[in-house]
């Protein structure tokens, strides 16, 4: 199956591929402009994907926007050359980033820090090999604080950020015509700065958000785009532990036995016995 896929009249999309951590890539073509969102999380990646922009004969990215710092979502950026929007968050924390060499010792002490973690560190040695002198963070050029609107010529793009736990800088990119949202990383737990963690009260904000839009199609980075439906059906368990946890704070076998009935299952399936963890030091955070 081809990772390429038209999902909407204006909106391609390369799909995440999950070996190297590559998220989800999409070019929005509007009458005048085409706009990238993520840059992919290497040089090669990037490549790719206009690669097959080209071969589509589909008009190339214009501006690029950043849907938050991870390096899965940004190292791509030195390839594409484009003027960058991003959040302020996002532009600051690149800048932390720039002028390092990511060799091992550097990427172990980035991961003492917590500003990585084992699991990026794998994917980083994964995708780049030997050649990690190709990772050139680039300075975003137009940044904004709360949103901002991208009109590509009869196609608007709504930015707004939402936060959550994942990342702080977090934005969805809403493609108002196509009635598309992309959530980016926003509902997943947060990865760096200590152990995964959920809190729920941000998982739910941040849900809320998303189904506030007038959205029928959501497309998570690193996930296959869903219908409104299906989008509801996935995140409805996910909700459920959440509101759970706003409930019984910290006592694990009241939400465990409230989670089961909810499910009606006698044991707790592993993802979210998992996640169930993660809300849990979350819960402890607060
Ligand atoms: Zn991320």
């Known amino acids: 199956m081809s990772t390429i896929e038209q999902i909407t009249e204006h909106i391609l999309i390369m799909h995440a591929s999950h070996d190297t951590d590559r998220p989800i890539l999409a070019a929005i073509t509007g009458e005048r402009k085409t706009l990238l969102i993520d840059a992919g999380n290497s040089p090669a990646h990037a490549a790719l994907f206009r690669q097959e922009l080209q071969r589509l004969g ?4 214009d501006l690029l926007i950043l849907t938050h710092w991870h390096w899965d979502h940004t190292f791509g950026m030195s390839e594409w050359d484009l003027p960058t ?15 390092l ?6 990427m172990e002490q980035l991961c003492t820090e917590k500003i990585i973690n084992a699991s990026t560190m794998a994917h980083i040695k994964k995708e780049y090999g030997m050649n990690r002198d190709l990772i050139r963070i680039v300075d975003p050029d137009i940044l904004f604080d709360e949103s901002i609107t991208i009109d590509l010529g009869g196609v608007t793009c709504q930015v707004n950020l939402v936060g959550g736990d994942h990342s702080e800088d977090s934005c969805y990119v809403y493609v108002k015509e196509d009635q598309t949202l992309f959530l980016g990383d ?9 152990p995964r963690s959920y809190t729920a009260s941000r998982f739910l904000r941040v849900l809320k958000q998303a189904y506030q839009s007038e959205a ?28 759970l946890t706003e409930q019984y704070g910290q006592n694990r076998e009241q939400i465990v036995s409230a989670m089961c009935t909810f499910l009606q299952v006698s044991e707790l399936p592993h993802e979210f016995s998992e996640a169930l963890e993660w809300f849990m030091v979350g819960a402890a955070y607060q």
């Open 101 to 106: 060499n990511w060799s091992d010792e550097v």
């Open 216 to 243: 029928i199609l959501f497309v998570e980075s690193h996930g296959r785009p869903l219908d409104r439906a299906a989008f509801q059906r996935e995140l409805r368990d996910w909700e459920q532990l959440a509101l």
């Open 186 to 194: 926003a509902l997943g737990p947060s990865v760096y700065g200590g």
């Open 58 to 61: 589909v008009r190339l990215p």
């Open 85 to 99: 929007i991003a959040q302020a968050k996002t532009a600051h924390s690149l800048s932390k980033l720039m002028g």
